[in-house]
Nanobody, 123 residues
Framework: QVQLVESGGGLVQDGGSLRLSCAAS????????MAWFRQLPGKEREFVAV????????FYADSVKGRFTISIDNAKNTVHLQMNSLKPEDTAVYYC????????????????WGQGTQVTVSS
């Protein structure tokens, strides 16, 4: 049974910071990218960032580039998303995802998902 468990969401003011974590368990995720997506009610899940399991390759959505940093702790099977300079438009439910079949920036291609964690940025 594969499990991805997110933590670290919450309420923060405009310009503040939060750090999200995603703990993976149940199988070896070696060689599989892991990613963060976010979703607003009634909207499609949006790509935020992805990282290779080695940590050597990362990609970011243009909207978060320079403000968010994705990292991985292989020893703990945990992926982090450090979010700085948060804006109200970053408000969403953030999801961790693993093991894409094809495109690493398409939600539909990911096989495993966490339950999501709410991030709210107040103006």
């Amino acid at each position: 049974q594969v499990q991805l468990v997110e933590s670290g969401g919450g309420l923060v003011q405009d310009g503040g910071s939060l750090r999200l974590s995603c703990a993976a368990s149940g199988r070896s995720f070696s060689n599989y990218p892991m990613a963060w997506f976010r979703q607003l009610p009634g909207k499609e899940r949006e790509f935020v960032a992805v990282i290779s399991w080695s940590g050597g390759t990362t990609f970011y959505a243009d909207s978060v580039k320079g403000r968010f940093t994705i990292s991985i702790d292989n020893a703990k099977n945990t992926v982090h998303l450090q979010m700085n300079s948060l804006k109200p438009e970053d408000t969403a439910v953030y999801y961790c995802a693993a093991d894409p079949d094809g495109n690493w920036n398409l939600a539909a291609d990911y096989n495993y998902w966490g339950q999501g964690t709410q991030v709210t940025v107040s103006s």
